[in-house]
């Protein structure tokens, strides 16, 4: 119920809405002072629902926050705060050796979707999302080109219900591994 009301607070506020018409219109048949009354303390529900949702941070948004932190640190090439959200030692260092070989220019993620691994503990998720990216190679010989990849991440809840990944991978949007892939999952 709490994360319909946190992520989805239109979707509430339609119903209420539904609920403050049928009050207002049994207002206006009867005049009784109740119904007005009824009418307007369900009408300010509305706007309690928005403010319920902006309070209310779910684990899903909190593993959104970190997808877009990270993606605009890796677009100003800030290496270092591109991996404030890995918690694992290997897979961060193996993220440090890996940005360096490309100088970012523009970066976009969409299509993400989120997975909760049931029966996990601590609680995990698995997150696949495409990314748009124009880079270069550090070294020069490829530069401004326009890459589309498939990123795969694997987050893990923390003790104080932070998110932070523990694995991750990419590959082209379409078909296996290619020459820039890592050798993971």
């Keep these: 119920m709490w994360t319909i009301l946190a992520e989805n607070p239109l979707l509430i506020s339609i119903m209420i809405g539904i609920v403050v018409a049928g009050l ?5 048949q009867t005049g009784n002072k109740r119904l007005g009354i009824a009418t307007l303390c369900t009408a300010l529900l509305i706007p309690a629902a928005f ?27 800030d290496h270092e705060s591109a991996v404030v959200y890995v918690a694992d030692s290997t897979t961060r260092q193996r993220a440090l050796n890996e940005l360096p070989n490309y100088e970012f220019h523009r970066l976009t993620v969409r ?13 995990e998720a698995t997150v696949d999302l495409d990314a748009s990216v124009t880079a270069s190679l550090s070294s020069g010989t490829m530069r401004n080109v ?13 003790p104080d219900d932070s ?10 949007l379409a078909g296996g591994a290619d020459s820039f892939t890592p050798n993971r999952i």
């Design 146 to 158: 326009r890459v589309p990849r498939r990123v795969i991440l694997t987050f893990q809840k923390q």
């Design 163 to 172: 998110w932070l990944v523990i694995d991750y991978t990419h590959r082209p």
């Design 24 to 28: 207002f219109y049994g207002w206006l």
């Design 111 to 123: 299509n993400i979707e989120i997975k909760f691994v049931t029966g996990s503990y601590p609680l």
């Design 51 to 77: 403010y319920a949702a902006d309070a209310i941070v779910t684990d899903r948004e909190k593993i959104l926050e970190a997808i877009y932190e990270t993606a605009d640190a890796v677009e100003r090439n």
